[in-house]
């Protein structure tokens, strides 16, 4: 579930094996490269955040070598959807999907389905857990339940979406999706 997730494009549509070789050089650690119909990659690093870092604070450096434009977006999961914002990161830079939504908040509204699993309950315990940086002691204070209680939600809230909440991007999405839940639907009664 550690896993950080990017939508990778190049202007020049490059061959796989030309992504393959950008990605072995920025890490020394297995990921998933997936090609899609549409000439956009699904990179998965399983490393996590210090994956993600490594290729963050190298890609600007990758895009000079790289022949043409590249961009990439970290996205909580891969969801088909996340594609139609790619368009939105301007060239040779590597974005979160919370930053394109400060500029595009018709992100979060799409997004609404990601939450359409989930009670109420359970969506004011990932948003009150965002809230307390990810405390289930702090989060169980406020929501008057047991911390196991807590846990337990976040547990099943990260196997039913997908999204991990390790990653301070996701929770940034997911804290914005929720509000937006609540703007449509009413804030959550405690």
Not at 25 to 32: E, F
Not at 102 to 131: A, C, W
Not at 152 to 170: A, D, Q, T, V
Request: net charge negative; hydrophobic share 35%; with cysteine.
């Amino acid at each position: 579930m550690n896993s950080v997730h990017l939508l990778f494009q190049s202007d020049r549509f490059a061959k796989k094996e030309t992504i393959e070789k950008l990605f072995s050089k920025l890490l020394k650690t297995a990921y998933d490269l997936e090609e899609t119909p549409s000439n956009i990659y699904k990179i998965s690093l399983p490393g996590g955040m210090a994956s993600q870092a490594v290729v963050e604070a190298s890609f600007t450096a990758a895009a000079n070598d790289f022949p043409g434009e590249i961009k990439a977006l970290i996205v909580p999961c891969f969801k088909e959807s996340f594609t139609a914002y790619l368009p939105y990161v301007k060239g040779d830079r590597i974005l979160y999907l919370y930053e394109v939504g400060r500029e595009h908040p018709e992100i979060y509204e799409d997004g609404q389905n990601l939450l359409s699993m989930f009670d109420e309950e359970s969506l004011l315990t990932v948003k009150t857990y965002i809230e307390t940086e990810r405390s289930p002691f702090l989060s169980a204070l406020r929501l008057y339940v047991h911390r196991n209680t807590v846990s337990y939600r976040i547990e099943r809230f990260e196997e039913k979406s997908g999204i991990s909440l390790e990653n301070w991007g996701n929770q940034m999405y997911v804290y914005e999706l929720i509000r937006t839940y609540e703007k449509i639907h009413g804030e959550f009664s405690r």
